[in-house]
């Protein structure tokens, strides 16, 4: 099934309509379609074509929003590249996506490799190329490939189509509802799920997108409570923060804020209610192109603690183990030139197997108890402990390691790893060498040394001693 170009319809829908908000100025949808048609023109230049893989390392910027949308018009297909990843974690994804072609905004050109690499700015000067633009989005075609790590360590990309973007935003629209007005504040990066589907909502919907490079707490309480936003997505750090700032109620147009990112604690959801704030859960993951299980706002203070149900018209229930078990038309085509990772995601009816443990209560709301028991969520940042071991597994001083979760107030999680060293381990020279090879938030924050790590018989790390130890 096709659909037309999603951009180009939604300019002949609603031209004058305010497309994006960024650094206070807007722009409709007529001068967006304008300056991406121009971007266009430009990375074509570059050879960009139709079924190319194509590596972005952008920010939450105008820029960085015009090249997403200008790959899209060629039919590329856009490999995301998480800007808080060290040069070797970016190099790896770029490698195994077999990108053709890498753009970059300029602040991150130690991150990349020179014979792929083209910055933003060698784009802005480049000749304007009459290239042909796609008509037509193929349902089942790749739109966007994000990577996640696995459980083996080494990350996989996720092949997202434009039928799982189309559908994860239906099935939002038909939960939270869309009335005159609307707008979605962006403070989450457009790199993760989170960030591009709000993208993709906004040209499905026709709303705004108010763009924000960070997330400044006093910046977005000042918008929530100026009428001109109706929703955003947080995650339960962003939300403490709004909580530690709260004065007075937000602006009555204000009426949906999407907790992602995993849950948050029951006490901060009495807290947001206490105070008018329309804090809504959800449940979802890049391998669902978003929220796939969302709590309907009018159920919210009555089923504190559960993700909601499936969205429309995906399904939800629980498998062997209790595990979480997923199917409809926004789940994943798969994980990219990995057909083995591919199939071990699939059971045999087609259910995705998240991995994940929880429940289905008497009134069909999902309550999810362990997001993978072995992963790490810290401010929104999914960490696989399994990677953080690789890494320090290279050190010749370290002989076993095991890394797993500790509570952080700020964070919620933060990483910590406990060691079997091969001698004396200097600790300085252990940060120097994470730093090198592992993105900031997924360094350890301590490191504890252990004569030995306890394991069960068949030698498996007993990762839950570890984590009563802390």
């Known amino acids: 099934m096709e659909l037309t170009n999603w951009l180009a319809k939604r300019v002949r829908l609603s031209p004058g309509k305010t497309a994006l908000v960024f650094q206070d100025k807007q722009e409709t949808f007529s001068e967006i379609y304008d300056a991406v048609r121009e971007v266009a023109g430009k990375l074509a230049s570059f050879g960009v074509r139709d079924g190319m893989y194509v590596a972005l390392l952008g920010k939450n910027d105008r820029d960085t929003f015009l090249m997403i949308h200008a790959l899209a018009q060629l039919g590329a297909r856009t490999v995301f590249l998480n800007n808080r990843l060290t040069a070797t974690e970016i190099l790896f994804q770029i490698e195994d996506a077999r990108v053709e072609r890498c753009f970059y905004a300029d602040d991150f050109v130690d ?3 020179a014979n792929l690499a083209v910055s933003f ?3 802005k000067e480049a000749p304007v190329l009459d290239a042909p633009l796609v008509s037509n989005f193929a349902m089942d075609t790749v739109a966007s490939v994000m990577y996640t790590s696995g459980t083996t360590g080494k990350p996989k990309g996720v092949m997202q189509t434009f039928g799982n973007h189309w559908w994860s935003a239906t099935g ?4 939270l509802g869309l009335v005159a007005g609307d707008s979605w504040l962006c403070a989450v990066p457009i790199f993760h799920i989170s960030g591009l589907s709000i ?4 040209v499905i919907y026709g709303i705004p997108v108010y763009l924000e490079e960070r997330f400044d707490v006093e910046r977005v309480d000042k918008l929530l409570r100026s009428g001109e ?3 955003i997505s947080v995650v339960s750090t962003m939300a403490q923060r709004l909580l530690d700032v709260f004065q007075a109620p937000y602006h009555a147009n204000f009426r949906c804020m ?4 995993g849950p948050a604690s029951k006490s901060m959801f009495e807290a947001c209610f206490e105070r008018g704030i329309p804090l809504v859960q959800s449940f979802g993951m890049t391998e669902t192109a978003s929220q796939i299980v969302t709590l309907p706002p009018e159920e919210a203070l009555l089923k504190i603690g559960s993700a909601g149900k499936a969205l429309f018209p995906a399904e939800v229930k629980i498998g062997e183990h209790d595990e979480i078990l997923l199917k409809g038309p926004s789940i994943m085509a798969g994980y990219l030139h990995n057909e083995e990772a591919t199939t071990k995601a699939f059971d045999v009816d087609g259910w995705f197997q998240t991995g994940d443990i929880g429940y289905i209560d008497d009134d069909g709301f999902l309550f999810v108890l ?4 072995d992963l790490i969520i810290s401010g929104g940042e999914n960490i696989y402990p399994t990677e953080i071991e690789h890494v320090l597994l290279e050190h010749p001083n370290v002989r076993e390691v095991a890394v797993v979760a500790s509570p952080d107030v700020e964070w919620g999680e933060i990483p910590v790893a406990f060691i079997v060293a091969n001698g004396v381990v200097d600790l300085a020279q252990l940060y120097e060498f994470c730093q090198k090879r592992l993105a900031k938030f997924k360094i350890p924050r301590q490191f504890y040394f252990l ?6 018989a068949s030698q498996k790390i007993q990762r839950h001693r570890l984590k009563e130890r802390l």
């Open 111 to 113: 991150k990349v490799t």
């Open 121 to 123: 700015t060698c784009v």
């Open 172 to 175: 939002s629209m038909l939960n």
């Open 199 to 202: 993208l993709m909502r906004s």
């Open 229 to 231: 936003v109706t929703m």
């Open 258 to 261: 999407l907790l992602g990112g």
């Open 370 to 373: 362990e997001r993978r028991s």
């Open 451 to 456: 004569e030995t790590l306890p394991k069960t």
